[in-house]
T-cell receptor, first 114, second 113 residues
Protein backbone atom coordinates (compact mmCIF):
# COMPACT_ATOMS: atom_id res chain seq x y z
CA UNK A 1 0.00 0.00 0.00
CA UNK A 2 1.27 3.47 -0.91
CA UNK A 3 0.09 5.03 2.33
CA UNK A 4 -1.62 8.39 2.60
CA UNK A 5 -0.64 10.59 -0.34
CA UNK A 6 -0.57 14.37 -0.13
CA UNK A 7 0.12 16.91 -2.82
CA UNK A 8 1.85 19.17 -3.30
CA UNK A 9 4.64 18.51 -0.80
CA UNK A 10 5.65 22.15 -0.84
CA UNK A 11 3.63 25.20 -1.80
CA UNK A 12 4.80 28.79 -1.88
CA UNK A 13 2.21 31.41 -2.69
CA UNK A 14 1.51 35.07 -2.23
CA UNK A 15 -0.93 36.56 0.21
CA UNK A 16 -4.43 36.69 -1.20
CA UNK A 17 -4.04 33.72 -3.50
CA UNK A 18 -6.16 30.59 -3.31
CA UNK A 19 -4.41 27.46 -2.11
CA UNK A 20 -5.69 23.90 -2.53
CA UNK A 21 -4.12 20.99 -0.70
CA UNK A 22 -4.96 17.44 -1.73
CA UNK A 23 -5.10 14.13 0.06
CA UNK A 24 -5.64 10.56 -1.04
CA UNK A 25 -6.35 8.30 1.96
CA UNK A 26 -5.40 4.67 2.22
CA UNK A 27 -7.84 2.51 0.30
CA UNK A 28 -10.53 1.05 2.53
CA UNK A 29 -10.15 3.66 5.26
CA UNK A 30 -13.37 5.46 6.00
CA UNK A 31 -12.21 8.29 8.26
CA UNK A 32 -10.05 11.20 7.15
CA UNK A 33 -8.48 13.95 9.24
CA UNK A 34 -6.81 17.26 8.39
CA UNK A 35 -4.24 18.64 10.86
CA UNK A 36 -2.12 21.79 10.91
CA UNK A 37 1.29 21.93 12.56
CA UNK A 38 3.00 25.18 13.58
CA UNK A 39 5.76 26.01 16.00
CA UNK A 40 3.45 28.19 18.06
CA UNK A 41 0.37 25.96 18.26
CA UNK A 42 1.73 22.47 17.66
CA UNK A 43 -0.53 19.91 15.99
CA UNK A 44 -4.16 20.96 15.69
CA UNK A 45 -7.06 18.99 14.25
CA UNK A 46 -8.88 21.12 11.69
CA UNK A 47 -11.65 18.82 10.48
CA UNK A 48 -12.47 15.17 10.11
CA UNK A 49 -14.75 13.11 7.88
CA UNK A 50 -16.45 9.76 8.41
CA UNK A 51 -17.64 8.05 5.22
CA UNK A 52 -17.04 11.28 3.28
CA UNK A 53 -19.26 13.32 5.61
CA UNK A 54 -17.74 16.17 7.66
CA UNK A 55 -18.31 15.33 11.33
CA UNK A 56 -16.50 18.07 13.22
CA UNK A 57 -15.04 21.22 11.70
CA UNK A 58 -14.71 23.15 14.93
CA UNK A 59 -10.96 23.32 14.44
CA UNK A 60 -11.20 25.18 11.15
CA UNK A 61 -9.76 28.58 12.00
CA UNK A 62 -11.82 30.86 9.78
CA UNK A 63 -14.28 30.94 6.93
CA UNK A 64 -11.31 31.26 4.62
CA UNK A 65 -10.73 27.56 5.21
CA UNK A 66 -12.92 24.91 3.63
CA UNK A 67 -12.60 21.16 3.18
CA UNK A 68 -14.38 18.68 0.96
CA UNK A 69 -14.40 14.96 0.48
CA UNK A 70 -16.30 14.22 -2.75
CA UNK A 71 -15.52 10.51 -2.61
CA UNK A 72 -13.77 7.93 -0.46
CA UNK A 73 -10.45 8.36 -2.21
CA UNK A 74 -9.98 12.11 -2.32
CA UNK A 75 -10.16 15.17 -0.09
CA UNK A 76 -9.17 18.81 -0.46
CA UNK A 77 -8.40 21.59 1.97
CA UNK A 78 -8.77 25.03 0.46
CA UNK A 79 -7.66 28.40 1.79
CA UNK A 80 -9.09 31.45 0.07
CA UNK A 81 -7.69 34.04 0.41
CA UNK A 82 -4.44 32.89 1.97
CA UNK A 83 -2.56 34.93 4.58
CA UNK A 84 1.02 34.74 5.91
CA UNK A 85 -0.24 33.36 9.24
CA UNK A 86 -1.55 30.30 7.37
CA UNK A 87 2.04 29.21 6.78
CA UNK A 88 2.35 25.77 8.36
CA UNK A 89 2.67 22.10 7.59
CA UNK A 90 -0.70 20.54 6.83
CA UNK A 91 -1.12 16.82 7.45
CA UNK A 92 -3.79 14.47 6.27
CA UNK A 93 -4.43 11.21 8.12
CA UNK A 94 -6.77 8.31 7.48
CA UNK A 95 -8.13 5.57 9.71
CA UNK A 96 -9.77 2.22 8.93
CA UNK A 97 -12.99 2.07 10.92
CA UNK A 98 -13.04 2.16 14.70
CA UNK A 99 -11.84 4.89 17.05
CA UNK A 100 -9.45 2.28 18.39
CA UNK A 101 -7.79 2.01 15.02
CA UNK A 102 -4.60 3.79 14.20
CA UNK A 103 -4.53 7.05 12.28
CA UNK A 104 -2.02 6.87 9.44
CA UNK A 105 -0.42 10.17 8.54
CA UNK A 106 0.68 11.45 5.18
CA UNK A 107 4.04 13.21 4.68
CA UNK A 108 2.46 16.65 4.90
CA UNK A 109 2.33 19.77 2.73
CA UNK A 110 4.57 22.62 3.77
CA UNK A 111 2.74 25.85 2.93
CA UNK A 112 4.49 29.20 2.84
CA UNK A 113 2.41 32.32 2.24
CA UNK A 114 4.50 35.38 1.46
CA UNK B 1 -12.06 18.87 27.34
CA UNK B 2 -9.11 16.59 26.90
CA UNK B 3 -5.54 17.87 26.97
CA UNK B 4 -2.01 16.52 26.86
CA UNK B 5 1.14 17.97 28.40
CA UNK B 6 4.65 16.99 27.48
CA UNK B 7 6.75 18.86 30.03
CA UNK B 8 10.07 18.45 28.23
CA UNK B 9 10.45 20.40 25.00
CA UNK B 10 14.00 19.16 24.36
CA UNK B 11 15.90 16.16 25.70
CA UNK B 12 19.47 15.15 24.91
CA UNK B 13 20.76 11.69 25.76
CA UNK B 14 23.90 9.79 24.90
CA UNK B 15 23.69 6.86 22.53
CA UNK B 16 23.20 3.68 24.52
CA UNK B 17 21.65 5.48 27.47
CA UNK B 18 18.12 4.88 28.65
CA UNK B 19 15.29 7.25 27.77
CA UNK B 20 12.05 8.34 29.36
CA UNK B 21 9.74 10.90 27.78
CA UNK B 22 6.97 12.23 29.97
CA UNK B 23 3.34 12.62 29.05
CA UNK B 24 0.48 13.76 31.28
CA UNK B 25 -3.09 13.85 30.10
CA UNK B 26 -6.37 15.29 31.26
CA UNK B 27 -9.53 13.43 30.43
CA UNK B 28 -12.69 12.63 32.35
CA UNK B 29 -12.92 8.95 31.49
CA UNK B 30 -10.49 6.22 30.53
CA UNK B 31 -8.67 7.52 27.49
CA UNK B 32 -7.12 6.07 24.40
CA UNK B 33 -3.41 6.97 24.52
CA UNK B 34 -0.87 7.07 21.72
CA UNK B 35 2.76 7.86 21.09
CA UNK B 36 3.82 9.01 17.63
CA UNK B 37 7.28 9.81 16.28
CA UNK B 38 8.06 12.38 13.60
CA UNK B 39 11.39 12.41 11.80
CA UNK B 40 12.46 15.66 10.10
CA UNK B 41 10.38 16.39 7.04
CA UNK B 42 8.20 13.34 7.59
CA UNK B 43 4.70 12.58 8.74
CA UNK B 44 3.87 10.97 12.07
CA UNK B 45 4.39 7.27 12.66
CA UNK B 46 2.63 5.38 15.42
CA UNK B 47 4.98 3.86 18.02
CA UNK B 48 2.38 2.32 20.31
CA UNK B 49 -1.10 2.72 21.72
CA UNK B 50 -3.07 1.87 24.84
CA UNK B 51 -6.77 1.16 24.99
CA UNK B 52 -7.25 -1.28 27.84
CA UNK B 53 -5.73 -4.30 29.56
CA UNK B 54 -2.07 -4.53 30.47
CA UNK B 55 -0.86 -1.09 31.45
CA UNK B 56 2.61 -1.74 30.02
CA UNK B 57 2.44 -1.49 26.27
CA UNK B 58 5.14 -2.61 23.86
CA UNK B 59 5.65 -0.78 20.59
CA UNK B 60 7.89 -0.72 17.57
CA UNK B 61 11.60 0.08 17.57
CA UNK B 62 12.05 -1.20 21.12
CA UNK B 63 9.83 1.43 22.76
CA UNK B 64 7.39 0.79 25.59
CA UNK B 65 5.02 2.95 27.60
CA UNK B 66 3.25 2.54 30.90
CA UNK B 67 -0.25 3.83 31.64
CA UNK B 68 -0.58 5.04 35.21
CA UNK B 69 -4.14 6.08 35.92
CA UNK B 70 -3.36 7.46 39.39
CA UNK B 71 -0.80 9.83 37.90
CA UNK B 72 -2.63 10.52 34.62
CA UNK B 73 0.58 9.65 32.86
CA UNK B 74 1.68 7.65 29.86
CA UNK B 75 5.48 7.89 29.79
CA UNK B 76 7.50 6.49 26.91
CA UNK B 77 10.67 4.51 27.61
CA UNK B 78 13.50 2.84 25.79
CA UNK B 79 16.33 1.01 27.56
CA UNK B 80 19.07 1.89 25.06
CA UNK B 81 18.79 4.79 22.62
CA UNK B 82 20.20 4.61 19.10
CA UNK B 83 21.29 7.62 17.04
CA UNK B 84 18.41 6.91 14.65
CA UNK B 85 15.93 7.61 17.45
CA UNK B 86 16.64 11.34 17.16
CA UNK B 87 13.26 12.82 16.23
CA UNK B 88 10.25 14.56 17.71
CA UNK B 89 7.88 12.53 19.83
CA UNK B 90 4.22 13.29 20.34
CA UNK B 91 1.85 11.93 22.94
CA UNK B 92 -1.86 12.01 22.08
CA UNK B 93 -5.14 11.26 23.81
CA UNK B 94 -8.45 10.29 22.25
CA UNK B 95 -11.91 9.88 23.66
CA UNK B 96 -13.33 6.37 23.88
CA UNK B 97 -16.50 7.24 22.07
CA UNK B 98 -15.05 9.76 19.72
CA UNK B 99 -12.63 10.14 16.93
CA UNK B 100 -10.47 13.13 17.57
CA UNK B 101 -6.93 13.01 18.88
CA UNK B 102 -5.48 15.81 20.97
CA UNK B 103 -1.71 16.04 20.72
CA UNK B 104 0.84 17.27 23.19
CA UNK B 105 3.36 19.89 22.18
CA UNK B 106 6.03 17.31 21.42
CA UNK B 107 9.47 16.49 22.80
CA UNK B 108 12.47 16.84 20.53
CA UNK B 109 15.03 14.13 21.24
CA UNK B 110 18.67 14.62 20.37
CA UNK B 111 21.16 11.76 20.66
CA UNK B 112 24.83 12.41 21.39
CA UNK B 113 27.40 10.00 19.97
Amino acid sequence: DAGVIQSPRHEVTEMGQEVTLRCKPISGHNSLFWYRQTMMRGLELLIYFNNNVPIDDSGMPEDRFSAKMPNASFSTLKIQPSEPRDSAVYFCASRPTEPTDTQYFGPGTRLTVL
Amino acid sequence: AQSVTQPDIHITVSEGASLELRCNYSYGATPYLFWYVQSPGQGLQLLLKYFSGDTLVQGIKGFEAEFKRSQSSFNLRKPSVHWSDAAEYFCAVGARAGNMLTFGGGTRLMVKP
